[in-house]
């Protein structure tokens, strides 16, 4: 196994594991690869430092913490709730192997399915609080995905 750091056109940095660097290759050559962050398909290969111990805690451990979304709230979960945090980052990993990122379009595209303009298919997206909270009161069946910090890290 290898790990790439990498970052979309979006400027979002993230990091991914393959199966060794021509995984990769393949997956990118593909199209395969997306950002986590903002669904941009074009990514590559970020500058990687290589990781050196100094035998202090890292500075990472010593950050302020704050939530992706920038609310400020955060949560220390308890050991037996790694169980769940596996099981949700399990869940959006299916989701997004099994569905098509139809990014900033998602209100759209889902509500043509909804009204079966479209065919019905697995469909992954974008849509601000607004448009979704919109979307639930018009009868569509979505659900948040979850994300963790360390997720974009």
Request: with cysteine; proline share 6%.
């Amino acid at each position: 196994m290898i790990r790439y750091d990498l970052l979309c056109d979006a400027g979002h940095g993230f990091d991914v594991w393959f199966r060794s660097s021509s995984d990769y290759d393949v997956q990118a050559e593909r199209g395969l690869l997306s950002c986590p962050v903002c669904g941009v398909g074009r990514v590559r290969k970020a500058l990687m430092a290589p990781a050196l111990s100094s035998g202090s805690t890292p500075a990472a451990d010593r950050a302020e913490p704050s939530a992706p979304d920038g609310s400020g709230e955060v949560a220390l979960v308890q050991e037996t709730d790694q169980k769940l945090r596996t099981l949700l980052r399990e869940l959006r990993r299916h989701v997004n192997e099994t569905s098509e990122d139809v990014g900033e379009r998602f209100p759209e595209v889902a509500r043509k399915m909804h009204s079966e303009e479209i065919e019905r298919r697995s469909i992954r997206g974008r849509a601000s609080a607004e448009e979704a909270r919109a979307l639930v009161e018009e009868g569509v069946a979505i659900q948040p995905l979850p994300q963790f910090p360390d997720d974009v890290n």
